[in-house]
Protein backbone atom coordinates (compact mmCIF):
# COMPACT_ATOMS: atom_id res chain seq x y z
CA UNK A 1 0.00 0.00 0.00
CA UNK A 2 1.60 2.98 -1.13
CA UNK A 3 0.00 6.08 0.65
CA UNK A 4 0.01 10.26 -1.01
CA UNK A 5 -1.14 12.40 1.73
CA UNK A 6 -3.73 15.06 0.41
CA UNK A 7 -4.20 17.46 3.55
CA UNK A 8 -2.71 18.20 6.65
CA UNK A 9 -5.09 16.80 8.91
CA UNK A 10 -6.53 13.95 6.87
CA UNK A 11 -6.85 11.95 3.43
CA UNK A 12 -4.82 9.81 1.50
CA UNK A 13 -4.07 8.75 -1.92
CA UNK A 14 -3.75 5.21 -2.28
CA UNK A 15 -2.15 2.79 -4.94
CA UNK A 16 -0.93 -0.70 -4.73
CA UNK A 17 -3.87 -2.19 -3.34
CA UNK A 18 -5.97 -4.40 -4.89
CA UNK A 19 -9.67 -3.81 -4.30
CA UNK A 20 -10.77 -6.31 -6.76
CA UNK A 21 -9.87 -9.58 -5.07
CA UNK A 22 -11.58 -10.88 -1.65
CA UNK A 23 -9.57 -9.79 1.27
CA UNK A 24 -7.65 -11.90 3.60
CA UNK A 25 -7.04 -10.85 7.36
CA UNK A 26 -4.32 -9.01 6.73
CA UNK A 27 -5.10 -6.97 3.96
CA UNK A 28 -8.37 -5.91 5.94
CA UNK A 29 -6.70 -5.35 8.87
CA UNK A 30 -3.92 -2.65 6.86
CA UNK A 31 -7.42 -0.83 5.26
CA UNK A 32 -9.09 -0.76 8.76
CA UNK A 33 -5.95 0.37 10.16
CA UNK A 34 -5.88 3.24 7.56
CA UNK A 35 -9.03 4.24 7.64
CA UNK A 36 -8.38 4.93 11.85
CA UNK A 37 -5.23 6.93 10.39
CA UNK A 38 -6.46 9.28 7.36
CA UNK A 39 -10.12 8.85 7.87
CA UNK A 40 -10.89 9.52 3.55
CA UNK A 41 -8.91 6.69 1.04
CA UNK A 42 -8.80 7.49 -2.65
CA UNK A 43 -7.97 4.35 -4.82
CA UNK A 44 -7.71 5.77 -8.42
CA UNK A 45 -9.04 3.61 -11.42
CA UNK A 46 -10.77 0.80 -8.88
CA UNK A 47 -14.28 1.36 -9.57
CA UNK A 48 -15.96 -2.22 -9.42
CA UNK A 49 -19.11 -2.40 -10.79
CA UNK A 50 -22.04 -3.31 -8.00
CA UNK A 51 -21.82 -6.76 -7.49
CA UNK A 52 -18.06 -6.66 -6.41
CA UNK A 53 -19.05 -3.13 -4.58
CA UNK A 54 -21.37 -4.74 -2.22
CA UNK A 55 -19.12 -7.55 -1.70
CA UNK A 56 -16.14 -5.35 -0.89
CA UNK A 57 -18.54 -3.34 1.22
CA UNK A 58 -19.41 -6.81 3.35
CA UNK A 59 -15.87 -7.58 3.80
CA UNK A 60 -15.76 -4.21 6.01
CA UNK A 61 -18.43 -4.88 8.03
CA UNK A 62 -22.13 -5.25 8.03
CA UNK A 63 -23.65 -3.44 4.82
CA UNK A 64 -26.57 -0.68 5.97
CA UNK A 65 -29.78 -0.94 3.83
CA UNK A 66 -30.49 2.76 2.22
CA UNK A 67 -32.67 4.29 4.34
CA UNK A 68 -35.30 5.80 1.78
CA UNK A 69 -36.30 2.82 -0.28
CA UNK A 70 -36.50 1.07 3.02
CA UNK A 71 -38.44 3.44 4.57
CA UNK A 72 -40.82 4.74 1.76
CA UNK A 73 -40.73 1.32 -0.01
CA UNK A 74 -40.09 -1.43 3.07
CA UNK A 75 -37.48 -2.38 0.65
CA UNK A 76 -33.73 -3.71 1.05
CA UNK A 77 -31.28 -2.00 -1.34
CA UNK A 78 -27.93 -1.56 -0.01
CA UNK A 79 -27.18 0.48 -3.18
CA UNK A 80 -27.79 4.56 -3.14
CA UNK A 81 -27.45 6.52 -6.67
CA UNK A 82 -25.35 10.16 -6.41
CA UNK A 83 -26.09 12.11 -8.76
CA UNK A 84 -28.54 12.96 -11.84
CA UNK A 85 -28.36 9.60 -14.01
CA UNK A 86 -31.20 7.18 -13.37
CA UNK A 87 -31.09 3.37 -14.43
CA UNK A 88 -32.55 3.94 -17.70
CA UNK A 89 -29.31 6.32 -18.36
CA UNK A 90 -31.52 9.14 -18.72
CA UNK A 91 -30.32 11.92 -16.34
CA UNK A 92 -32.70 14.26 -14.49
CA UNK A 93 -32.40 17.99 -14.78
CA UNK A 94 -32.62 20.93 -12.44
CA UNK A 95 -36.18 21.33 -11.78
CA UNK A 96 -36.61 17.47 -10.89
CA UNK A 97 -37.86 16.61 -7.29
CA UNK A 98 -34.82 14.16 -7.32
CA UNK A 99 -32.45 16.73 -8.17
CA UNK A 100 -34.05 19.50 -5.59
CA UNK A 101 -33.80 16.70 -2.78
CA UNK A 102 -30.34 15.18 -3.21
CA UNK A 103 -29.11 19.52 -2.29
CA UNK A 104 -29.90 18.73 1.11
CA UNK A 105 -26.64 16.78 0.69
CA UNK A 106 -24.87 20.49 0.02
CA UNK A 107 -25.07 21.13 3.92
CA UNK A 108 -22.41 19.85 5.91
CA UNK A 109 -23.21 16.75 7.43
CA UNK A 110 -21.94 13.11 8.31
CA UNK A 111 -23.99 10.07 6.34
CA UNK A 112 -26.74 8.55 8.83
CA UNK A 113 -25.86 10.20 11.94
CA UNK A 114 -29.43 10.13 12.27
CA UNK A 115 -29.64 6.53 12.36
CA UNK A 116 -29.93 4.58 16.57
CA UNK A 117 -26.64 3.40 14.84
CA UNK A 118 -25.03 5.44 12.18
CA UNK A 119 -22.99 4.39 9.42
CA UNK A 120 -19.54 3.68 10.02
CA UNK A 121 -17.64 4.53 6.15
CA UNK A 122 -19.63 5.27 3.08
CA UNK A 123 -18.07 3.82 0.10
CA UNK A 124 -18.06 5.61 -3.00
CA UNK A 125 -18.06 4.21 -6.69
CA UNK A 126 -17.40 6.91 -9.70
CA UNK A 127 -18.92 6.27 -13.31
CA UNK A 128 -19.60 9.91 -14.54
CA UNK A 129 -18.57 13.43 -13.45
CA UNK A 130 -19.12 16.93 -14.12
CA UNK A 131 -16.55 18.69 -16.40
CA UNK A 132 -17.23 21.33 -14.30
CA UNK A 133 -18.90 21.15 -10.66
CA UNK A 134 -19.88 19.15 -8.32
CA UNK A 135 -17.03 18.44 -5.76
CA UNK A 136 -16.92 17.08 -2.51
CA UNK A 137 -15.72 18.93 0.33
CA UNK A 138 -14.92 17.39 3.62
CA UNK A 139 -13.31 18.35 6.89
CA UNK A 140 -11.72 16.49 9.52
CA UNK A 141 -14.44 16.85 13.20
CA UNK A 142 -11.21 14.69 14.94
CA UNK A 143 -9.15 17.98 13.78
CA UNK A 144 -11.51 20.54 14.90
CA UNK A 145 -11.97 19.10 18.70
CA UNK A 146 -8.28 18.93 19.15
CA UNK A 147 -8.03 22.25 18.39
CA UNK A 148 -10.58 23.15 21.17
CA UNK A 149 -9.15 24.54 24.31
CA UNK A 150 -9.17 22.74 27.54
CA UNK A 151 -12.16 24.50 28.60
CA UNK A 152 -14.50 23.98 25.62
CA UNK A 153 -13.47 20.34 25.34
CA UNK A 154 -15.07 19.91 28.99
CA UNK A 155 -17.97 21.59 28.14
CA UNK A 156 -18.70 19.41 24.61
CA UNK A 157 -17.38 16.35 26.33
CA UNK A 158 -20.46 15.24 28.44
CA UNK A 159 -22.99 16.74 25.64
CA UNK A 160 -26.01 14.41 23.99
CA UNK A 161 -27.20 15.97 20.44
CA UNK A 162 -30.63 14.75 18.90
CA UNK A 163 -30.00 13.97 15.39
CA UNK A 164 -33.01 14.12 12.83
CA UNK A 165 -33.59 13.59 9.21
CA UNK A 166 -37.10 15.34 9.13
CA UNK A 167 -35.21 18.58 10.37
CA UNK A 168 -32.52 18.52 8.09
CA UNK A 169 -34.23 17.84 4.83
CA UNK A 170 -37.16 20.48 6.53
CA UNK A 171 -34.49 23.05 5.50
CA UNK A 172 -34.45 21.53 1.55
CA UNK A 173 -38.64 21.71 1.22
CA UNK A 174 -41.22 21.50 4.43
CA UNK A 175 -42.58 18.33 2.93
CA UNK A 176 -39.00 16.64 1.00
CA UNK A 177 -39.78 14.11 3.53
CA UNK A 178 -42.78 11.22 2.83
CA UNK A 179 -44.98 10.23 6.10
CA UNK A 180 -43.98 6.90 5.68
CA UNK A 181 -39.99 7.87 5.62
CA UNK A 182 -40.24 10.07 8.38
CA UNK A 183 -42.03 7.59 10.51
CA UNK A 184 -38.98 5.05 9.83
CA UNK A 185 -36.32 7.78 11.04
CA UNK A 186 -37.45 9.32 14.23
CA UNK A 187 -34.83 11.52 16.15
CA UNK A 188 -32.15 9.60 17.74
CA UNK A 189 -29.73 10.30 20.79
CA UNK A 190 -25.99 10.59 19.66
CA UNK A 191 -22.85 11.84 21.81
CA UNK A 192 -21.84 15.30 21.03
CA UNK A 193 -17.91 13.74 21.06
CA UNK A 194 -17.36 10.04 19.89
CA UNK A 195 -13.80 8.29 20.55
CA UNK A 196 -12.27 6.17 18.15
CA UNK A 197 -11.41 2.89 20.18
CA UNK A 198 -8.31 1.83 17.87
CA UNK A 199 -6.34 5.37 18.75
CA UNK A 200 -8.34 6.79 21.49
CA UNK A 201 -8.57 10.14 19.34
CA UNK A 202 -11.67 12.09 19.85
CA UNK A 203 -14.07 13.74 17.59
CA UNK A 204 -17.01 16.27 17.62
CA UNK A 205 -20.04 14.67 15.77
CA UNK A 206 -22.43 17.36 14.19
CA UNK A 207 -23.67 18.14 11.16
CA UNK A 208 -26.77 19.43 9.48
CA UNK A 209 -28.78 16.46 10.87
CA UNK A 210 -27.32 17.66 14.69
CA UNK A 211 -31.27 19.36 16.08
CA UNK A 212 -30.43 20.44 19.47
CA UNK A 213 -27.98 19.51 22.53
CA UNK A 214 -30.42 17.37 24.79
CA UNK A 215 -31.23 20.02 28.29
CA UNK A 216 -30.38 23.24 26.58
CA UNK A 217 -32.83 25.76 24.90
CA UNK A 218 -32.77 25.66 20.83
CA UNK A 219 -31.02 29.31 20.21
CA UNK A 220 -28.43 28.18 22.38
CA UNK A 221 -27.83 24.71 20.69
CA UNK A 222 -27.67 26.29 17.73
CA UNK A 223 -25.34 29.00 18.84
CA UNK A 224 -23.01 25.79 19.85
CA UNK A 225 -23.71 23.73 17.15
CA UNK A 226 -23.40 26.19 14.26
CA UNK A 227 -20.58 27.96 15.87
CA UNK A 228 -18.36 24.81 15.93
CA UNK A 229 -19.32 23.75 12.37
CA UNK A 230 -18.60 27.18 10.81
CA UNK A 231 -15.00 26.93 12.95
CA UNK A 232 -14.62 23.57 11.41
CA UNK A 233 -15.04 24.24 8.05
CA UNK A 234 -13.02 27.22 7.95
CA UNK A 235 -11.58 27.33 4.34
CA UNK A 236 -7.72 26.21 5.53
CA UNK A 237 -9.32 22.96 6.84
CA UNK A 238 -11.35 21.88 4.13
CA UNK A 239 -9.89 19.10 1.46
CA UNK A 240 -11.84 19.75 -1.87
CA UNK A 241 -12.15 16.66 -3.74
CA UNK A 242 -12.70 16.64 -7.82
CA UNK A 243 -14.39 12.94 -8.42
CA UNK A 244 -12.67 11.31 -11.16
CA UNK A 245 -14.41 8.57 -13.72
CA UNK A 246 -13.28 5.54 -12.43
CA UNK A 247 -12.18 5.55 -8.79
CA UNK A 248 -13.42 4.57 -4.96
CA UNK A 249 -13.28 6.39 -2.20
CA UNK A 250 -13.97 5.60 1.23
CA UNK A 251 -14.65 7.89 3.94
CA UNK A 252 -15.32 7.83 7.73
CA UNK A 253 -18.62 9.10 9.39
CA UNK A 254 -17.50 8.77 12.82
CA UNK A 255 -15.52 11.80 12.41
CA UNK A 256 -15.56 13.75 8.99
CA UNK A 257 -17.80 16.35 7.89
CA UNK A 258 -18.66 16.39 4.10
CA UNK A 259 -20.99 18.53 1.82
CA UNK A 260 -21.52 18.43 -1.95
CA UNK A 261 -20.77 21.88 -4.15
CA UNK A 262 -23.78 22.21 -6.92
CA UNK A 263 -23.32 21.11 -10.80
CA UNK A 264 -25.68 22.35 -13.49
CA UNK A 265 -27.81 18.82 -13.84
CA UNK A 266 -29.55 20.41 -16.78
CA UNK A 267 -25.88 20.20 -18.59
CA UNK A 268 -24.21 17.57 -17.08
CA UNK A 269 -24.21 13.97 -16.00
CA UNK A 270 -23.63 12.88 -12.67
CA UNK A 271 -23.25 8.88 -11.64
CA UNK A 272 -21.98 7.41 -8.45
CA UNK A 273 -22.93 4.48 -6.62
CA UNK A 274 -22.52 4.63 -2.66
CA UNK A 275 -22.74 1.93 -0.38
CA UNK A 276 -22.18 2.21 3.67
CA UNK A 277 -20.99 0.06 6.46
CA UNK A 278 -23.28 -0.07 9.70
CA UNK A 279 -21.36 1.07 12.99
CA UNK A 280 -20.98 -1.35 15.64
CA UNK A 281 -23.64 0.30 18.00
CA UNK A 282 -25.22 2.99 19.48
CA UNK A 283 -22.91 6.07 20.07
CA UNK A 284 -23.96 6.80 23.42
CA UNK A 285 -22.57 2.73 24.30
CA UNK A 286 -19.49 3.47 22.74
CA UNK A 287 -16.17 3.78 25.09
CA UNK A 288 -15.48 7.16 26.19
Given amino acids: MEIQPLHADFGARITGFDLSVPFDGP ?36 AEPNHLPKGEEGRIDYFGTIGNV ?9 DHRKTIFLTGNNMWHTDASFKPVPAFVSINAVYEVPSEGGETQFVSARAAYDR ?17 YVFSRSKVSPDAVSPALAKSLPPVRQRFVRRNPSNGKKNLFMGSHAREIEGWSEQSSRTL ?33 HRGLGYDADRHRRLMRQTRVRGVGPTLEEAF
Avoid: M, Y
Fill in 27 to 62: RRRALLDAIDRWSFLCFPDQAPGDERHLAFTREIGE
Fill in 86 to 94: QEDGTALGN
Fill in 148 to 164: LDAARRAEVDPLIVVHD
Fill in 225 to 257: IDGLIEEATAEANILTHRWKAGELVIWDNRCLL
